[in-house]
């Protein structure tokens, strides 16, 4: 599963995307797991409010399953405009 | 309908020509262009950062595009929006709509440009003295995209 | 604040250019372009005369720019309204607003084309197959304008 | 006085501006007065209702006076824009 990150998750953690094997059935899952990696994850994840996860580019919760799912992204609010 | 994601800086007549040159059924054309300041409150901004999400935020344009045709009677709608490096003065986006009747015309462009503050995958990174600061969502931004919804508020 | 009534047409790009061009304080621009549309109803127009009061409709154009500039905070506006003789397709009427915020620059080209309907001494004659008629004052112009009185709609 | 006549006034009264010496002491005084020279007046002035008037480039009302007014100006609501 292909994870990308975006603004500051991306600089908190240090990279734009990388290549993720999981049996997380959630995001929420998932978010543990990567949470639990080191403290760049740590402090990107820190507060799950503050951030918004797309599913193959369709925005989504984070209690959503993964089954199927290609793209995870992890971003803050959208800033454009 | 045209939905760009560039670096490239555009031009607001050569964009609003391409929607209009050899028509005569267009009654009201509104553009909006969004540029970067120089100040945030009280500081001063020396350039500015766009980042998006490929692939996204073309859809996501083309979608908040699409809800606003089922809304109001649009003869062509035009969004332009920048990514990259940008300086204060320089243009970040473009959101054109032409219709028969000016009050939709208006509330179309209005319209786009609420929604795609909120549902466009773009992040601002201002240039401020000593580094650079991720631009907040604003509150005020969600109450505006919130209007929007039912009752509907347009229909002149 | 800069208003021109002339029979030439004008060029939207090169106007906004000389609104925002060298300055980077503007966050927003808004314009709306009227336009010679080829129907009216149901009635197919080739043509439509701009007729105008001289003198009064400078100063009418000025006291609304002037009202406007009063309600949101403007950093340019540019009004020009044409005359005389026009073919579907051509431009009427262009009103441009620059501002800091974006729904300051929104509603400012609203307010100013909802006023210039019922207050700048204008009047349109359409050529229909056969002649000419003068165009009605339409209610939903005088509402359009009315929505503007107190309560104030917008402080956003 | 200077009268002006725009639009439909001026096509039906077939000029757009004269000269009008009078003593009306009011809008609705000078209009009784035209209506009355003949019938392209008459038709011009027949629902005032239909008539806006301007004092020296001013909207005004119908009952407003003319002392001291320079120029008078009759036409339909506006349709610019």
Known sequence: ?81 | MSVSVQEADFDIGTEVAGMTDGRSDIGALVTFTGLVRDMAGDARIDGMTLEHYPGMTEQALIDIVAEAQTRWPLQAVRVIHRHGSLEPGDRIVLVATASPHRAAAFAAAEFIMDYLKTRAPFWKKEGVPGGGRWVDARDADASAEARWQSPQPLSK
Not at chain 1, 25 to 32: D, Q
Not at chain 1, 43 to 61: G, K, T
Request: aromatic share 10%; proline share 6%.
């Open chain 1, 1 to 81: 599963m292909d994870v990308l990150y975006f603004a500051w998750v991306r600089e908190r953690i240090g990279l734009p995307r990388e290549t993720v094997e999981t049996e997380a059935a959630s995001v929420a899952e998932l978010v543990e797991e990567l949470r639990g990696r080191d403290p760049r994850y740590a402090a990107a994840f820190e507060d799950v409010s503050a951030l918004r996860v797309a599913l193959d580019q369709a925005m989504a919760d984070f209690d959503a399953p993964l089954a199927g799912v290609r793209e995870v992204a992890f971003f803050p609010p959208m800033t454009g405009g």
